[in-house]
């Protein structure tokens, strides 16, 4: 098939969903090619999550149709979509009671997988992620923040999904650990080639792991485009406002 014949990986026609009196989407075209990666962006509330789960099976639509690989998404798919597809939220998800491994191990283990194999892709995701050999053995109040989320991520990562979900994944981490993660994150995207769709609050952390950044708001896609055409071509005030509303750090003060 030619490139562009291949049907998106995930997409979202004409797709809306209310929660009561939120209209939490509205209209919502949105096509995410394979292998590419994504940002989502925008205020709290604008949507963002929404568009995962919906994308995940974790949501239906109210109306309007998701499709994976070109084909509506159908109820008798969902597992193996979930297999497919690694989900990391923000806080990490970890089970408390669980030790990081055992975390780890749930999924592969429902799928058959023995010990060994659960513990030879732990460890291959541990130097992935630059976890330390011991964190693997502690309960989530044990580790770091920083700690947590690469568990989370290497959950995520377990069955070498061919997508990967992430939502706000590193919001709750200090700026050291942030910063860090941020890079580790990218080196890791750039390397395994997964199609890749990053929620985010932060237009500098967007616009670090991908070209393309989707702004939304209220739940509609305000811009789709580059941080370029955000910058030089805003398709509204929003835009402006948004970007405006970014800080950077003060000038020195002679
Ligand atoms: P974001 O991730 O951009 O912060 P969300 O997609 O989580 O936004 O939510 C969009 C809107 O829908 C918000 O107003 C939110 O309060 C509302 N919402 C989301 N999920 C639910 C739910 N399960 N029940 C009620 N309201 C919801
Ligand atoms: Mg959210």
Same mark, same amino acid.
């Given at each position: %098939? +030619? =490139?562009?014949?291949?049907?998106? +990986?995930?997409?979202?026609?004409?797709?809306?969903?209310?929660?009561?009196?939120?209209? +939490?989407?509205?209209? #919502?075209?949105?096509?995410?090619?394979?292998?590419?990666?994504?940002?989502?962006?925008?205020?709290?509330?604008? &949507?963002?999550?929404?568009?995962?789960?919906?994308?995940?099976?974790?949501?239906?639509?109210?109306?309007? #149709?998701?499709? /994976?690989?070109?084909?509506?998404?159908?109820?008798?798919?969902?597992?193996?979509?979930?297999?497919?597809? &690694?989900?990391?939220?923000?806080? *990490? *998800?970890?089970?408390?009671?669980?030790?990081?491994?055992?975390?780890?191990?749930?999924?592969?283990?429902?799928? &058959?997988?023995?010990?060994?194999? !659960?513990?030879?892709? =732990?460890?291959? @995701?541990?130097?992935?992620?630059?976890?330390?050999?011991?964190?693997?053995?502690?309960?989530?109040?044990?580790?770091?923040?920083?700690?947590?989320?690469?568990?989370?991520? %290497?959950?995520?990562? %377990?069955?070498?999904?061919?997508?990967?979900?992430?939502? $706000?994944?590193?919001?709750? @981490?200090?700026? /050291?650990?942030?910063? $860090?993660?941020?890079?580790?994150?990218?080196?890791?995207?750039?390397?395994?080639?997964?199609?890749?769709? !990053?929620?985010?609050?932060?237009?500098?952390?967007?616009?670090?792991?991908?070209?393309?950044?989707?702004? %939304?708001? $209220?739940?509609?896609?305000?811009?789709? *485009?580059?941080?370029?055409?955000?910058?030089?071509?805003?398709?509204?005030?929003?835009?402006?406002?948004? !970007? +405006?509303?970014?800080?950077?750090?003060?000038? #020195?003060?002679?």
């Amino acid at each position: %098939m +030619a =490139a562009d014949t291949v049907p998106p +990986a995930f997409a979202l026609h004409e797709v809306s969903k209310r929660y009561g009196a939120v209209q +939490a989407l509205e209209q #919502v075209d949105l096509a995410f090619h394979r292998g590419s990666t994504t940002a989502l962006i925008g205020s709290s509330g604008s &949507g963002k999550s929404t568009v995962l789960r919906l994308l995940l099976g974790l949501d239906r639509p109210d109306q309007g #149709v998701v499709s /994976i690989d070109g084909n509506a998404l159908q109820p008798s798919q969902l597992l193996a979509l979930r297999l497919r597809t &690694g989900y990391v939220i923000q806080d *990490g *998800g970890l089970f408390p009671h669980l030790t990081g491994l055992e975390n780890l191990t749930l999924q592969p283990r429902q799928l &058959g997988w023995d010990k060994h194999r !659960i513990v030879e892709r =732990a460890a291959e @995701l541990a130097e992935l992620t630059h976890l330390p050999a011991d964190a693997l053995g502690r309960y989530p109040a044990e580790l770091s923040g920083g700690q947590r989320q690469r568990i989370a991520l %290497m959950r995520g990562l %377990m069955l070498d999904p061919d997508a990967l979900l992430l939502d $706000e994944p590193l919001g709750a @981490l200090d700026p /050291i650990v942030r910063h $860090e993660l941020q890079d580790e994150l990218k080196r890791i995207f750039d390397r395994l080639g997964k199609t890749v769709l !990053i929620v985010t609050h932060d237009l500098a952390e967007a616009a670090w792991f991908a070209e393309r950044l989707i702004l %939304m708001n $209220e739940g509609r896609v305000i811009q789709d *485009g580059q941080l370029n055409d955000l910058r030089q071509h805003p398709a509204s005030d929003f835009v402006r406002q948004f !970007i +405006a509303a970014q800080r950077s750090l003060p000038a #020195v003060r002679a």
